[in-house]
């Protein structure tokens, strides 16, 4: 399964949570949408310093239900969501969200010594490879009301962690199947809290 469609369809787990955590949450960031085709919409948000990245949603009436699109990485400031059925409305939101890591680990392997780890950050995180060639992680959940978990790659030659999966509050562990050129990546597991939701903003693709 791709990247994209792995993550947003666990995303879906989290997406209605509540916001919460002992942090003071990040701001909604400003958002805009674009018509760049018929049926290609361009999101636009600032970078927002204070998250760790953000959750898009979108859905097809003002009032839902909202579906989560992609969880993206805090330096992204831009997605295109392509390919849309014609003559259709899209609503869309965007929140940003936060939360204290774990360690990072290698599967196999310890946490790297020199991560700093919040005492509210998920514990005792492992990443062991299992016989039916995917990945199972485990941890000690030391959040309060956290909204989920979310599992953060850095593949190989990356410079930075991304999203990759999600689970709901108060689990200990999840599994993940890589992905080609995801072995030998790094690990880490957040406790999610949300910023507040931005405005919601609409387009109506065309016809083709």
């Known amino acids: 399964m ?3 469609a792995r993550t947003a369809l666990a995303a879906a787990l989290a997406a209605t949570l509540a916001a919460c955590g002992s942090a003071p949450p ?4 400003a958002f805009t949408a674009t018509l760049t085709s018929p049926t290609n ?8 310093p204070a998250a760790a990245g953000y959750l898009l949603e979108y859905a097809n009436a003002a009032d839902g239900p909202w579906t989560a699109l992609q969880y993206l990485p805090r330096d992204q400031t831009s997605y295109t969501h392509p390919n849309l059925i014609p003559e259709t409305p899209f609503y869309y939101r965007i929140r940003s ?14 946490a790297s010594p020199d991560t700093a780890v919040p ?8 990443a ?5 060639q995917s990945l199972h992680f485990a941890w000690t959940d030391r959040t309060a009301g956290e909204a989920g978990f979310l599992l953060e790659i850095r593949r190989p030659g990356a410079p930075d962690f991304t ?3 999600v689970t709901d509050p108060d689990a200990t562990h999840c599994a993940l199947s890589l992905l080609p050129g995801e072995q030998g990546s790094a690990f880490r597991i957040r406790a999610l809290s949300y910023g507040p939701l931005s405005p919601v903003v609409e387009r109506t693709t065309g016809k083709v």
Do not use: K, M, N, Q
Request: glycine share 8%; charged share 10%.
């Open 41 to 48: 919409v361009v999101l636009h948000w600032p970078a927002d």
């Open 163 to 165: 999203p990759v999966e």
């Open 2 to 4: 791709p990247t994209i």
């Open 26 to 29: 990040p701001a909604a960031p």
């Open 119 to 126: 005492p509210s950050a998920p514990g005792d995180f492992t």
């Open 97 to 110: 969200f936060a939360g204290p890591v774990s360690a990072t680990v290698t599967p196999g392997g310890a």
């Open 128 to 132: 062991a490879p299992a016989p039916d």
